[in-house]
């Protein structure tokens, strides 16, 4: 089992920044090389992929709507996953996911993901 907590959502006026982080914790996750993702799920929207990264760091994947703004890092010694969201635009306001999955890869698909946390809000003013 795996247990995935976030943090660092609130409220942040247009154009400014936010950073998420996403602690695990678990019996099985350090005997696995889980690949850690972001979601996101707006109101009255189904939730969609973020971010993702693999287990050594080396291969990232974004949304489009979110490249060039937004960047996933992991620190493994600490069992985080992270999400810096810089330029932040009001239709990037939803409840943020976090996500793990025993696949390989940066993955994107959202039924490849077997744990998840509870969610942290954004808000994002205009």
């Known amino acids: 089992q795996v247990q995935l907590v976030e943090s660092g959502g609130g409220l942040v006026q247009a154009g400014g920044s936010l950073r998420l982080s996403c602690a695990a914790s678990?019996?099985?996750?350090?005997?696995?090389?889980?690949?850690l993702g972001w979601f996101r799920q707006a109101p009255g929207k189904e939730r969609e992929f973020v971010a993702a990264?693999?287990?050594?760091?080396?291969?990232?994947n974004y949304a489009d709507s979110v490249k060039g703004r937004f960047t996933i890092s992991r620190d493994n010694t600490k069992n985080t996953v992270y999400l810096q969201m810089n330029s932040l635009k009001p239709e990037d306001t939803a409840v943020y996911y976090c996500?793990?999955?025993?696949?390989?890869?940066?993955?994107?698909?959202?039924?490849?993901?077997?744990?998840w946390g509870q969610g942290t809000q954004v808000t994002v003013s205009s």
């Open positions: 996500a793990a999955s025993y696949y390989e890869g940066a993955i994107t698909t959202m039924t490849r993901y077997a744990y």
């Open positions: 678990g019996r099985t996750f350090s005997r696995y090389r889980y690949v």
């Open positions: 990264i693999n287990w050594s760091g080396d291969n990232t």
